[in-house]
Each structure stands twice: as C-alpha cells, then as structure tokens.
C-alpha cells in the first residue's frame, strides 16, 4: 500500500506503531495517521467514528461490531460531502403527504377505503387486455404528483453523490460508474447499521470487517487532490459490490 499524505501532514511525526491519540497500537500505519489528520481537517465530526470502527475492526472480535462498523460506514458516507462542500441541497418526496391526496382521491372515485380492487364488476374490458375503470383527471393528477417528486428525488441523490466527488476535486462530470459503485458499497451499511430481528449469520463479521477495509482504502484515495488513481478506485469498488 502506498502512503497517503494528508494536508499538512508528512505522515512521519509519530512512531509507526503509535496511534494519533498516542495511544501505541500497532495497526496505527503511516497511511491511517494521515487519514486521520485529513479527516481531522477536512471534517473533525467524522474523526471518531474512523476511529471507533477501525478499533473494532482490528480486533479478533467484538460483540455486535457488525452493527457499529456498518453505521460509521453510513453516517461517514452520508457526511462527508457536506462536510467538504460545496453540496447539492437535500430533496426527499413527501410521500406522506402525497400518499394522503391519492387515498383521499380514491375514496372520492367510489374505491374502498381499505385500497382494496374489489369493485372488478365496474370494469370495462377491452378488446386487446385486460379491463379499466375510469377514473377522474383529480386522481391522475395525484397519482402524477407522486411520481414526479419520486422521480426528482432520485435524481437529487445521483446529483448528491456526484457532488461527493466533485466536492474532493474532480474536474468536470464524475464518471458515472464511480457514482454507481460508491453508492452501491454503501447501500449495504444500511441494511446492517441497525439491529435485526434474527441473529446475523456467522460469516457477517468476518464480511464486514473486510467491507470496512475496502472503505478505509477508498477514503484514503479520496485525500489526493486529483482521480490519477480512479481505475484503482473503480477497480477495489467493484470488488466491494461481489
């Protein structure tokens, strides 16, 4: 592994074995030393999750550290480009609200209340498929402006993940495929940053502090000012999505 340097950071201040907080763990590399001045720098808040899920991560094992790795992973991911800004401004759809108007339209077609098609006898067929109810211009309206906020909101998320890149100093468009597979790599936190219903399997532990790894090594690529290493990058992201 190369090492990376941080802003302002030769990377060599401190014995090889000696963590940023002095404390003398030998899994404190030179490379892990500057991510944490980076990170330090860059966005401070974020320090001690690194540093809580690389502890856990280095140890022969740790109670529920599936959970507690996959969280830093998600809250790291979620914070950073705001942090390094500039950021694209959040957009969600308020499927609540919009969800109200739909059900509200549909019970004033005559539809029941409970969403149930039981109303097939009202049906129209037609020559070539199956059959249609015909309902008014309101409800289509409704059900439109639903889609609509879904479709922007999708399209904010892909714009927030671009902005990720171009907020650590990639020129002009991000390749498509980074944004795919950095998204991808962290989708998976999501499914484990809280606790299940069931025990996880047994392979989980050993998975996720291998997916923690492959997340410290993206992260210290990002602390170089230019993408001279994204098919490298492309390259270990692919492998995370296996």
């Not at 944490?36 to 899920?53: I, N, R, S």
């Not at 919009?98 to 005559?110: C, N, S, Y």
């Not at 902005?163 to 991808?184: D, M, T, Y």
């Not at 210290?220 to 492998?239: F, G, I, T």
Request: glycine fraction near 8%.
């Amino acid at each position: 592994m190369n090492t990376v340097v941080g802003p302002g950071s030769s990377g060599d201040d401190l014995p090889a074995s000696t963590g940023p907080d002095g404390v003398g763990e030998t899994w404190w590399t030179s490379e892990r030393r500057a991510l944490v001045k980076w990170l330090d720098t860059q966005a401070p808040a974020l320090t001690p999750l690194y540093k809580g899920a690389l502890s856990l991560a280095e140890r022969d094992s740790f109670p529920g550290r599936v959970h507690f790795i996959a969280h830093a992973i998600r809250e790291i991911r979620n914070r950073l480009p705001g942090a390094l800004g500039p950021m694209v401004k959040r957009r969600d759809a308020d499927y609540e609200q919009l969800t109200d108007k739909i059900q509200q339209r549909w019970v004033e077609e005559g539809l029941p209340e409970d969403g149930s098609l039981a109303s097939l006898n009202e049906t129209v067929p037609t020559a070539s498929g199956p059959g249609y109810r015909e309902v008014s211009l309101e409800f289509l309206n409704s059900v439109g402006c639903l889609i609509e906020d879904h479709t922007a909101a999708k399209m904010n998320r892909t714009e927030r993940e671009r902005s990720n890149f171009s907020a650590l100093g990639e020129h002009g468009h991000s390749p498509q495929q980074a944004v795919s597979n950095w998204r991808k790599l962290v989708r998976k936190a999501h499914k484990f940053a809280h606790a299940w219903d069931t025990p996880l399997p047994t392979e989980a532990d050993a998975e996720w502090v291998e997916n923690f790894f492959r997340f410290e090594k993206y992260l210290m690529d990002l602390q170089r000012p230019s993408y001279e290493n994204l098919d490298e990058l492309d390259r270990l992201l692919e492998k995370a999505n296996d």
